[in-house]
């Protein structure tokens, strides 16, 4: 029993391993809050494939904080990023009561 139990236990870790380097690689720079002509605000900042093949999809989400409270949240997505190409994102602030003051990251994925 004790011998299975070690096979299984390496190979999962052989299994994470794997599935780990097919994580690429991206950079998430010089997000910050834009006010919008209408009045509304709204998350930009730029995602930069640091790989040598194209990202079928890139999903950056943030959790939007007033006073360090969670109170929105908002998403962008993109598909095909280019090899070392970077992605000016926009990411809308919907939030009905409470207007954010501070943002962090919740997510970032890419497919490759």
């Known amino acids: 029993m004790k011998r299975l139990l070690t096979l299984f236990a390496l190979a ?3 299994f994470i391993s794997c599935a780990r380097a097919d994580i690429a690689p ?3 720079t010089d997000v910050h809050f834009v006010k919008t002509e209408a009045g509304k605000l709204r ?8 790989t040598d093949r194209s990202l079928r999809q890139v999903y950056v989400a943030f959790n939007l904080l007033r006073n ?7 998403t962008a ?6 090899p070392d190409d970077t992605w000016h994102f926009e990411a ?10 501070h943002f962090r990251l919740a997510e970032l994925s890419a497919i490759p």
């Open 12 to 14: 999962c870790a052989l």
């Open 26 to 28: 991206v950079s998430l």
């Open 43 to 50: 998350l930009e900042g730029m995602v930069k494939n640091l």
């Open 68 to 74: 360090g409270m969670v109170v929105g949240y908002t």
């Open 77 to 82: 997505i993109t598909f095909n990023l280019a």
């Open 92 to 101: 809308p602030c919907r939030t009905r009561v409470f207007k954010p003051d």
